[in-house]
């Protein structure tokens, strides 16, 4: 069984400090993990991936297996990163492609 | 157009009717998936399309819930007999192929009374 956690449903931080976004993962092969993010009156929309190890609005993400996580980071929290962001993972062992999400963190960036 | 649409963008029906929600994924985009958003959750698997094939019906909660996709576009996901418990958004995705990344619509809020 596959299962994403991240733990807090509610994050306020700072404008110009650091955030970090907590996910943990439960997988038994090996995992393709997902940020997604939902603005508010905005669709849910991919942040970035794993396997692409890019930057994208300024956070980064880096798997970590050996302590099942998938935090998302950025050094300097923005006032437009406010939002909903959820966690997935797609287990490629068994070629299944559904997704399984976390419940999501809200994050708001206080100015 | 340009991404994914979903309708009804809200429903409210009583309980014990049937309700019908519709997808229509990005052209040609050969996979297409449901998910429900409950309060307070994450959004949970229902169904996956891909192409041709059987689809993945594992996350269907019920047999009241089914689902169809004709031509290989076009998505309806119906509800027989509702219930409270079923209020929920209903999140429709697409992707170019399977394993590509996902695209969302806006979800239909669907409200049992």
């Known amino acids: 069984a596959q299962r994403v956690t991240q733990p807090e449903k509610l994050l306020s931080v700072f404008k110009g400090a650091p955030v970090e976004l907590k996910c943990n993962y439960s997988?038994?092969?090996?995992?393709?993990l997902f940020w997604y993010v939902q603005y508010s009156r905005q669709r849910l929309q991919l942040l970035l991936r794993?396997?692409s190890r890019e930057s994208i609005k300024g956070f980064t993400a880096d798997l970590n297996k050996g302590e099942t996580s998938f935090h998302l980071k950025k050094p300097f929290a923005q006032e437009e990163d406010s939002a909903m962001y959820y966690c997935?993972?797609?287990?490629?062992?068994?070629?299944?492609?559904?997704?399984?999400f976390g419940t999501g963190t809200r994050l708001t960036i206080i100015p | 157009g340009a991404g994914v649409s979903q309708s009804p963008s809200n429903k409210v029906t009583e309980k014990g009717k049937d309700v019908e929600l519709r997808c229509d994924p990005i052209?040609?985009?050969?996979?297409l998936y449901w998910y429900r958003q409950s309060l307070g959750q994450g959004l949970e698997f229902l169904i996956y399309?891909?192409?041709?094939?059987?689809?993945?019906k594992s996350g269907l909660p019920s047999d009241r819930f089914s689902a169809e996709r004709t031509g290989g576009s076009v998505s309806t996901l119906t509800i027989q007999r509702t219930q409270q418990e079923d209020s929920a958004v209903y999140l429709c995705?697409?992707?170019?192929?399977?394993?590509?990344?996902?695209?969302f619509g806006d979800g239909t809020r669907l409200s049992i009374l």
């Open positions: 995705a697409s992707s170019l192929e399977a394993l590509q990344p996902q695209h």
């Open positions: 997988y038994s092969g090996s995992p393709e």
């Open positions: 794993h396997i």
């Open positions: 997935a993972l797609r287990g490629a062992k068994d070629g299944n492609e559904k997704l399984t």
């Open positions: 052209s040609g985009h050969t996979a």
């Open positions: 399309f891909q192409g041709n094939s059987a689809p993945d």
